[in-house]
């Protein structure tokens, strides 16, 4: 799991990524790193196919720990979810992401932030109350939130998660599937689900359009999005090759480095001043 983790991440140094493999974040560093502010949030944007415009963008977590450098979230989120930590860290990432909005938005860019969600968090009876306080208490608007939820996590509690994710709906926050493809979701479920956008992982994307197998699931996956009324993102473009593939089936939008890496928040602002400006 840790090497398939790694490789879907940002390239770190070869020698940051020995030393953390060797030394795995323990629960008591990862409360520490909380405390003396050393996670942050880089953010990687959304653009729209049809004409390149950046409509949207995600948070991911960064870790830069003072003597290792940094630690990729595949290093310590999945070390987090098996503790109520990560409750911390999502709450971390929330207010970050709704500050962030506001910064933002007086700058003139309204666009949504995406927070990735764990499992544990749906299952948390008051997820949505909680998140209903932030909101108010940013003084954000629900519309500009987006939480992405992978695909795996739907189906630990489907009773359960239906029931948090239309009221978080029912707030007008946006809601989407993450990992698209990878986690067995019952497509009974998914027309049922009050979601905006479904993002294709990926290893479908990247694979595509020369892997036959991953072009056709990566097809079908738009048009099942298409045919349920919600919109598809592909993510792990890397090149313009995928992008054009993308732009033929009539994907609507892409993530991926062949647009940029994630971005600092003073890098995403120029970046995004250069592309919608
Ligand atoms: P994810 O949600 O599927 O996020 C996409 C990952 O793909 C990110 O890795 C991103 O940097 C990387 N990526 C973006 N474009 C490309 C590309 O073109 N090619 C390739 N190979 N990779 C690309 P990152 O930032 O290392 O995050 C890894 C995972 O850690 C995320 O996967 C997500 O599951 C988790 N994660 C990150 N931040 C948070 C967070 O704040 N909360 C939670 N719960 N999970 C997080
Ligand atoms: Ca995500
Ligand atoms: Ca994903
Ligand atoms: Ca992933």
């Not at 983790?5 to 008591?28: C, R, W």
């Not at 004409?51 to 977590?61: F, I, K, N, S």
């Not at 992982?201 to 991953?214: E, I, K, L, Y």
């Amino acid at each position: 799991i840790a090497e398939e983790k790694l490789q879907d991440s940002f390239p770190y140094s070869p020698e940051i990524m020995a030393a953390t493999t060797e030394n795995l974040v323990t629960l008591g560093e990862l409360k520490k790193a909380i405390e003396h502010c050393e996670l942050s949030l880089h953010y990687q944007p959304k653009v729209r196919i049809a004409d390149g415009m950046v409509c949207g963008a995600e948070a991911l977590m960064r870790w830069t720990h003072p003597t290792r450098g940094n630690i990729p979230p595949g290093m310590f989120i999945p070390r987090a979810e098996q503790s109520t930590l990560i409750q911390l860290i999502t709450e971390f990432a929330l207010k970050q992401a709704m500050e962030q909005i506001v910064v933002w938005e007086r700058y003139g860019i309204r666009i949504p932030i995406a927070v990735n969600i764990s499992t544990r968090n749906l299952l948390q009876p008051d997820f949505s109350d909680f998140i209903a306080k932030l909101i108010d208490q940013y003084g954000i608007r629900a519309e500009l939130l987006e939480l992405e939820v992978t695909e795996g996590s739907l189906m630990v509690d489907i009773e359960q998660t239906v029931a948090e994710m239309m009221k978080l709906a029912g707030l007008k926050i946006i809601m989407s599937v993450d990992d698209f493809g990878t986690g067995y979701s019952s497509l009974q479920y998914l027309h049922k689900l009050p979601i905006s956008f479904i993002k294709i992982d990926q290893s479908f994307v990247s694979r595509s359009p020369a892997d036959r197998g991953a072009a056709g699931i990566l097809e079908v996956a738009v048009d099942l999005a298409h045919k349920i009324g919600i919109k598809a993102i592909a993510e792990g473009v890397e090149d313009e090759k995928v992008y054009t593939f993308l732009h033929s089936i009539g994907c609507d939008m892409a993530q991926g480095y062949a647009i940029t890496h994630p971005l600092a928040p003073d890098a995403f602002k120029s970046w995004y001043e250069r592309c919608n400006g």
